[in-house]
């Protein structure tokens, strides 16, 4: 089945601890991104991949990291995470083919509670 | 001004009704276009695409002015099913594939 998964699926920690969220595509998508949703703000992207160890930051990136050592995970960093990233986060997986925009496939997402 | 732009909501209509939301970009170059529907903080999920004037998918219609730089999308025949957010995407120009996300509309649907 083609999927994106996302671990954990709930995660509350506290200020400044290290974390890690992970995703996974078996669709063989060369793109992939990192999105938060906050009430009222919509999908705001973080940083996003255009393919293996080719990455840049989206609109919201601070306090966050990002690496794509293999072309099926893309795992988010969050060095030292603060309570104002306390928010619900969303991998996706497209394909990347010239210059039109594909749809995206969305992760299950990650609830983030900082205190 | 935000680059997309929808109505949030919510619009609360009885089953059987036809309900449309309107969507506004900013970005003139942006070539396609896409509606998600999202139930209650899970993942959205692809409803439409919109790449050129419209497409049509059962009870559901998209259309694109570009023109006016808006994009609609009317269901028919309201399902309790239906009672979701949906989210207006508009694609980016710059060939990296970025898209640009609503906030979404929320719907409704009653007995």
């Known amino acids: 089945e083609a999927q994106v998964t996302q671990n954990p699926r709930y995660l509350i920690t506290v200020t400044g601890k ?29 940083y996003y991949s255009m393919n293996v160890e080719v990455t840049d ?21 969050l060095e030292s995470p603060s309570p104002n990233q306390t928010s619900l986060y969303f991998c996706a997986s497209s394909l990347s083919l010239g210059g039109l925009s594909y749809e995206q496939y969305f992760g299950p997402g990650t609830r983030l509670t900082v205190t | 001004r935000k680059e997309v732009e929808q109505d949030p909501g919510p619009f ?54 570009r023109a006016s730089q808006y994009i609609s999308l009317l269901i028919r ?7 979701a957010t949906y989210l207006c995407v508009s694609g980016g120009s710059g060939g990296y594939n970025k898209l640009i996300f609503g906030a979404g509309t929320r719907l409704a649907v009653h007995p």
């Open chain 1, 18 to 46: 290290k974390l890690t969220v992970t995703c996974s595509q078996n669709m063989n998508h060369e793109y992939m991104s990192w999105y938060r949703q906050d009430p009222g703000l919509g999908l705001r992207q973080i």
């Open chain 1, 57 to 77: 930051k989206g609109d919201v990136p601070e306090g966050y990291k990002v690496s794509r050592k293999e072309k099926r995970n893309f795992p988010l960093i």
């Open chain 2, 12 to 65: 609360n209509v009885p089953e059987g009704a036809t309900v449309a939301f309107n969507c506004t970009y900013s970005n003139s170059a942006s070539q396609s276009f896409f509606w998600y529907r999202q139930d209650c903080r899970k993942e959205p999920k692809l409803l439409m695409s919109v790449y050129s004037s419209g497409n049509e998918d059962g009870r559901f219609t998209a259309q694109l002015n």
């Open chain 2, 77 to 83: 025949d309201s399902k309790l099913s239906d009672s």
